[in-house]
Protein backbone atom coordinates (compact mmCIF):
# COMPACT_ATOMS: atom_id res chain seq x y z
CA UNK A 1 0.00 0.00 0.00
CA UNK A 2 1.32 3.71 -0.60
CA UNK A 3 -0.24 6.86 -0.02
CA UNK A 4 0.36 10.42 -1.63
CA UNK A 5 -0.76 14.10 -0.68
CA UNK A 6 -3.97 15.14 -1.29
CA UNK A 7 -5.85 18.81 -0.94
CA UNK A 8 -7.11 19.61 2.98
CA UNK A 9 -10.61 20.09 0.95
CA UNK A 10 -10.88 16.56 0.65
CA UNK A 11 -11.25 15.89 4.71
CA UNK A 12 -13.67 14.03 5.93
CA UNK A 13 -15.85 15.51 8.35
CA UNK A 14 -15.18 12.99 10.59
CA UNK A 15 -11.74 14.39 10.66
CA UNK A 16 -10.28 15.49 14.56
CA UNK A 17 -7.00 16.76 12.99
CA UNK A 18 -6.29 19.48 10.57
CA UNK A 19 -2.60 18.49 8.96
CA UNK A 20 -0.93 21.13 6.88
CA UNK A 21 -2.71 17.85 3.92
CA UNK A 22 -4.24 14.91 3.97
CA UNK A 23 -2.54 12.21 3.05
CA UNK A 24 -5.44 9.63 1.09
CA UNK A 25 -3.84 5.67 0.96
CA UNK A 26 -4.09 4.41 -2.19
CA UNK A 27 -3.84 0.73 -3.32
CA UNK A 28 -1.93 0.37 -6.84
CA UNK A 29 -1.69 3.73 -6.88
CA UNK A 30 -5.72 3.60 -8.15
CA UNK A 31 -8.08 2.98 -5.57
CA UNK A 32 -8.44 5.23 -2.41
CA UNK A 33 -9.35 3.80 0.68
CA UNK A 34 -12.24 5.33 2.44
CA UNK A 35 -14.41 4.15 5.32
CA UNK A 36 -15.56 1.16 3.93
CA UNK A 37 -12.35 -0.11 4.70
CA UNK A 38 -11.94 -2.64 7.96
CA UNK A 39 -9.24 -1.10 10.42
CA UNK A 40 -8.15 -4.35 11.54
CA UNK A 41 -6.81 -4.93 8.07
CA UNK A 42 -5.55 -1.47 7.64
CA UNK A 43 -4.01 -1.50 11.14
CA UNK A 44 -2.63 -4.69 11.62
CA UNK A 45 -2.46 -6.30 8.16
CA UNK A 46 -1.16 -3.92 5.67
CA UNK A 47 2.35 -2.24 5.87
CA UNK A 48 1.92 1.25 4.01
CA UNK A 49 4.78 3.25 2.68
CA UNK A 50 5.02 7.32 1.78
CA UNK A 51 5.48 8.02 -1.52
CA UNK A 52 5.48 11.59 -1.41
CA UNK A 53 8.51 14.05 -0.87
CA UNK A 54 9.80 13.56 2.70
CA UNK A 55 9.97 16.69 5.15
CA UNK A 56 11.37 17.03 8.13
CA UNK A 57 8.25 16.33 10.32
CA UNK A 58 7.04 13.52 8.50
CA UNK A 59 6.66 10.37 9.82
CA UNK A 60 5.96 7.04 8.40
CA UNK A 61 2.67 6.43 10.43
CA UNK A 62 1.14 9.61 8.98
CA UNK A 63 -0.91 7.67 6.58
CA UNK A 64 -2.54 5.57 8.33
CA UNK A 65 -3.24 7.93 11.54
CA UNK A 66 -4.93 10.27 8.72
CA UNK A 67 -7.08 7.83 7.76
CA UNK A 68 -8.01 6.65 11.06
CA UNK A 69 -8.69 9.70 12.15
CA UNK A 70 -10.53 11.25 8.75
CA UNK A 71 -12.44 8.04 8.44
CA UNK A 72 -13.05 7.09 11.85
CA UNK A 73 -11.40 3.84 11.79
CA UNK A 74 -13.87 2.79 9.19
CA UNK A 75 -16.47 3.76 11.87
CA UNK A 76 -20.24 3.59 9.74
CA UNK A 77 -23.42 5.25 11.49
CA UNK A 78 -25.72 3.31 8.79
CA UNK A 79 -23.69 0.25 9.54
CA UNK A 80 -23.89 0.95 13.59
CA UNK A 81 -27.30 1.28 13.87
CA UNK A 82 -28.30 -2.52 12.33
CA UNK A 83 -25.87 -3.86 14.88
CA UNK A 84 -27.23 -1.74 17.61
CA UNK A 85 -30.75 -3.48 16.47
CA UNK A 86 -29.27 -6.90 16.79
CA UNK A 87 -28.07 -6.23 20.37
CA UNK A 88 -31.88 -4.79 21.19
CA UNK A 89 -33.54 -7.66 19.24
CA UNK A 90 -30.95 -10.02 22.18
CA UNK A 91 -31.20 -7.58 25.12
CA UNK A 92 -35.56 -8.25 24.68
CA UNK A 93 -35.05 -12.06 24.56
CA UNK A 94 -33.35 -11.53 27.85
CA UNK A 95 -35.67 -9.67 29.15
CA UNK A 96 -38.55 -11.95 28.57
CA UNK A 97 -36.95 -14.79 30.59
CA UNK A 98 -36.94 -11.99 33.59
CA UNK A 99 -33.06 -11.04 33.35
CA UNK A 100 -32.35 -7.62 34.55
CA UNK A 101 -31.10 -4.86 32.06
CA UNK A 102 -29.65 -1.76 32.93
CA UNK A 103 -27.79 0.48 29.59
CA UNK A 104 -24.93 2.57 30.85
CA UNK A 105 -23.90 5.40 28.87
CA UNK A 106 -20.32 6.61 29.07
CA UNK A 107 -19.01 10.34 27.34
CA UNK A 108 -15.79 10.55 27.52
CA UNK A 109 -14.74 14.24 29.76
CA UNK A 110 -12.06 14.21 26.61
CA UNK A 111 -10.16 11.51 25.12
CA UNK A 112 -9.45 8.01 26.33
CA UNK A 113 -7.09 4.90 24.73
CA UNK A 114 -8.06 1.64 25.51
CA UNK A 115 -6.13 -1.42 24.27
CA UNK A 116 -2.62 0.23 24.15
CA UNK A 117 -0.88 -2.47 25.10
CA UNK A 118 -2.20 -4.60 21.72
CA UNK A 119 0.37 -3.66 19.51
CA UNK A 120 -0.07 -5.34 16.54
CA UNK A 121 0.93 -4.88 12.88
CA UNK A 122 3.58 -2.85 10.84
CA UNK A 123 3.16 0.69 12.93
CA UNK A 124 1.78 -1.09 15.96
CA UNK A 125 -0.96 1.02 17.04
CA UNK A 126 -2.34 -0.42 20.31
CA UNK A 127 -5.98 0.15 20.18
CA UNK A 128 -9.36 -2.20 21.25
CA UNK A 129 -10.99 -2.94 17.97
CA UNK A 130 -14.45 -4.75 16.95
CA UNK A 131 -13.17 -8.26 16.25
CA UNK A 132 -15.37 -8.62 12.65
CA UNK A 133 -16.07 -4.86 11.88
CA UNK A 134 -12.64 -3.37 12.95
CA UNK A 135 -14.77 -0.35 14.79
CA UNK A 136 -13.62 1.04 18.69
CA UNK A 137 -14.92 -0.34 21.55
CA UNK A 138 -14.62 -0.53 25.00
CA UNK A 139 -14.30 -4.26 25.66
CA UNK A 140 -15.93 -6.31 28.51
CA UNK A 141 -13.36 -6.90 30.36
CA UNK A 142 -12.27 -3.52 30.73
CA UNK A 143 -15.65 -2.76 31.88
CA UNK A 144 -15.79 -4.96 34.67
CA UNK A 145 -12.45 -5.27 35.57
CA UNK A 146 -12.94 -1.54 36.09
CA UNK A 147 -16.09 -2.12 38.44
CA UNK A 148 -14.04 -4.96 40.39
CA UNK A 149 -11.39 -2.90 41.06
CA UNK A 150 -13.73 0.04 42.33
CA UNK A 151 -15.20 -2.61 44.32
CA UNK A 152 -12.28 -4.29 45.63
CA UNK A 153 -10.87 -0.65 46.55
CA UNK A 154 -13.61 0.30 48.83
CA UNK A 155 -13.71 -3.08 50.17
CA UNK A 156 -17.16 -4.39 50.02
CA UNK A 157 -17.98 -7.91 51.60
CA UNK A 158 -16.63 -10.65 49.78
CA UNK A 159 -19.77 -12.35 49.46
CA UNK A 160 -21.50 -9.57 47.52
CA UNK A 161 -18.05 -9.67 45.23
CA UNK A 162 -17.97 -13.40 44.69
CA UNK A 163 -21.99 -12.97 43.67
CA UNK A 164 -21.40 -10.21 41.51
CA UNK A 165 -17.98 -11.22 39.68
CA UNK A 166 -17.74 -14.44 40.66
CA UNK A 167 -14.89 -16.14 42.60
CA UNK A 168 -11.20 -14.98 42.34
CA UNK A 169 -9.29 -17.40 40.06
CA UNK A 170 -6.40 -19.33 41.61
CA UNK A 171 -4.10 -21.51 39.77
CA UNK A 172 -5.36 -24.71 41.72
CA UNK A 173 -9.08 -24.30 40.72
CA UNK A 174 -8.45 -22.35 37.08
CA UNK A 175 -9.57 -25.03 35.24
CA UNK A 176 -12.42 -26.20 37.69
CA UNK A 177 -16.11 -26.15 35.66
CA UNK A 178 -17.82 -26.21 38.49
CA UNK A 179 -16.78 -22.41 40.56
CA UNK A 180 -20.12 -20.15 40.65
CA UNK A 181 -20.28 -18.16 37.56
CA UNK A 182 -20.63 -14.22 38.40
CA UNK A 183 -24.24 -12.81 38.64
CA UNK A 184 -23.55 -9.96 36.35
CA UNK A 185 -22.70 -9.74 32.30
CA UNK A 186 -20.74 -7.22 31.00
CA UNK A 187 -21.42 -6.15 27.28
CA UNK A 188 -18.89 -4.34 25.06
CA UNK A 189 -19.33 -0.78 24.76
CA UNK A 190 -20.16 0.64 21.32
CA UNK A 191 -20.10 4.05 19.94
CA UNK A 192 -23.64 5.63 20.20
CA UNK A 193 -24.37 5.40 16.17
CA UNK A 194 -26.65 8.29 16.72
CA UNK A 195 -25.94 10.94 19.13
CA UNK A 196 -28.04 13.94 19.58
CA UNK A 197 -25.65 16.14 20.94
CA UNK A 198 -23.00 17.16 18.85
CA UNK A 199 -20.21 16.15 21.25
CA UNK A 200 -20.93 12.77 21.64
CA UNK A 201 -20.32 11.31 18.43
CA UNK A 202 -17.42 9.50 18.13
CA UNK A 203 -14.30 11.14 17.01
CA UNK A 204 -10.90 9.21 16.10
CA UNK A 205 -7.14 11.81 17.48
CA UNK A 206 -4.20 11.41 16.15
CA UNK A 207 -2.02 11.99 19.89
CA UNK A 208 1.57 11.57 20.52
CA UNK A 209 4.35 10.65 23.65
CA UNK A 210 7.47 11.92 23.71
CA UNK A 211 9.34 9.55 26.13
CA UNK A 212 12.54 10.97 27.61
CA UNK A 213 15.63 8.35 28.46
CA UNK A 214 14.44 6.58 25.70
CA UNK A 215 17.82 4.40 25.07
CA UNK A 216 17.94 3.90 29.31
CA UNK A 217 14.56 2.52 29.43
CA UNK A 218 15.01 0.33 26.44
CA UNK A 219 18.33 -0.72 26.59
CA UNK A 220 18.73 -4.50 27.63
CA UNK A 221 22.32 -5.34 27.16
CA UNK A 222 24.65 -6.71 29.78
CA UNK A 223 25.80 -3.06 30.72
CA UNK A 224 22.91 -0.66 29.86
CA UNK A 225 23.81 2.95 29.27
CA UNK A 226 23.21 5.56 31.75
CA UNK A 227 20.37 8.39 31.75
CA UNK A 228 21.11 12.00 30.16
CA UNK A 229 19.64 14.57 28.74
CA UNK A 230 22.08 14.27 25.76
CA UNK A 231 19.32 11.23 24.28
CA UNK A 232 17.05 12.49 21.95
CA UNK A 233 13.24 12.30 22.58
CA UNK A 234 11.52 9.28 20.41
CA UNK A 235 7.77 11.15 19.63
CA UNK A 236 5.78 8.06 19.90
CA UNK A 237 2.02 7.72 17.86
CA UNK A 238 -0.94 6.47 19.01
CA UNK A 239 -4.62 6.72 18.32
CA UNK A 240 -7.23 7.86 20.98
CA UNK A 241 -10.88 7.89 21.22
CA UNK A 242 -13.79 10.78 22.17
CA UNK A 243 -17.43 10.69 22.22
CA UNK A 244 -20.36 8.39 24.15
CA UNK A 245 -20.08 4.36 24.08
CA UNK A 246 -23.35 2.07 25.26
CA UNK A 247 -23.09 -0.84 26.93
CA UNK A 248 -25.44 -2.81 28.85
CA UNK A 249 -25.27 -4.75 31.92
CA UNK A 250 -27.87 -8.07 32.85
CA UNK A 251 -27.94 -10.05 35.97
CA UNK A 252 -31.07 -12.36 37.63
CA UNK A 253 -31.16 -10.27 40.63
CA UNK A 254 -32.44 -6.23 40.25
CA UNK A 255 -29.95 -5.14 42.99
CA UNK A 256 -26.70 -7.32 42.03
CA UNK A 257 -27.02 -5.62 38.33
CA UNK A 258 -27.98 -2.10 39.66
CA UNK A 259 -24.72 -2.09 42.44
CA UNK A 260 -22.07 -3.65 39.43
CA UNK A 261 -23.65 -0.82 37.07
CA UNK A 262 -23.28 1.91 40.32
CA UNK A 263 -19.68 0.34 40.72
CA UNK A 264 -18.81 0.77 37.11
CA UNK A 265 -20.05 4.79 37.11
CA UNK A 266 -18.03 5.25 40.48
CA UNK A 267 -14.91 3.87 38.65
CA UNK A 268 -15.62 5.35 35.19
CA UNK A 269 -15.87 8.76 37.08
CA UNK A 270 -13.20 8.80 39.45
CA UNK A 271 -10.33 6.73 38.53
CA UNK A 272 -11.08 6.24 35.05
CA UNK A 273 -10.33 3.55 32.27
CA UNK A 274 -7.91 2.65 29.72
CA UNK A 275 -4.36 3.88 29.67
CA UNK A 276 -3.17 7.49 30.50
CA UNK A 277 -4.97 8.04 33.32
CA UNK A 278 -2.64 9.91 35.17
CA UNK A 279 -2.76 12.43 31.97
CA UNK A 280 -6.09 13.20 31.94
CA UNK A 281 -7.12 10.41 29.55
CA UNK A 282 -9.76 8.20 30.51
CA UNK A 283 -12.82 9.71 32.29
CA UNK A 284 -16.03 9.36 31.96
CA UNK A 285 -19.69 11.06 32.89
CA UNK A 286 -21.52 7.71 33.31
CA UNK A 287 -25.52 8.11 32.81
CA UNK A 288 -27.37 4.72 33.94
CA UNK A 289 -31.20 3.60 33.14
CA UNK A 290 -33.30 0.64 33.35
CA UNK A 291 -35.20 2.12 30.38
CA UNK A 292 -32.43 -0.27 28.52
CA UNK A 293 -34.41 0.00 25.30
CA UNK A 294 -34.58 3.92 24.59
CA UNK A 295 -31.69 5.92 23.60
Known amino acids: MTQKPDSAQDAHHCKS ?50 WASEYCLGYQKEWAQAVEQRRAHALSILNARKRHIYRVELT ?11 QTGDHEFGLSLHGTYGWPLIPASTLKGAAAAWASRQKVPSELYTLVFGPLPSP ?30 LRVHSDVITPHQHA ?23 L ?3 GTFVTHLIGEDPDLTAKAADWLKQACEEYGI ?13 NITDQWDSP
Open 17 to 66: VSPKYVKKIRYDQRSTLDASANSLIILRRLAISDVSPPTADARSEDPVLG
Open 172 to 201: EDEEDRDNPRCGVRFFDALPLSDPRNHRKG
Open 108 to 118: ADWRFVTGLGE
Open 216 to 238: YHTDQSAEPCAPGEHHQPVPLPF
Open 240 to 242: SLS
Open 274 to 286: GARTTAGYGYFTV
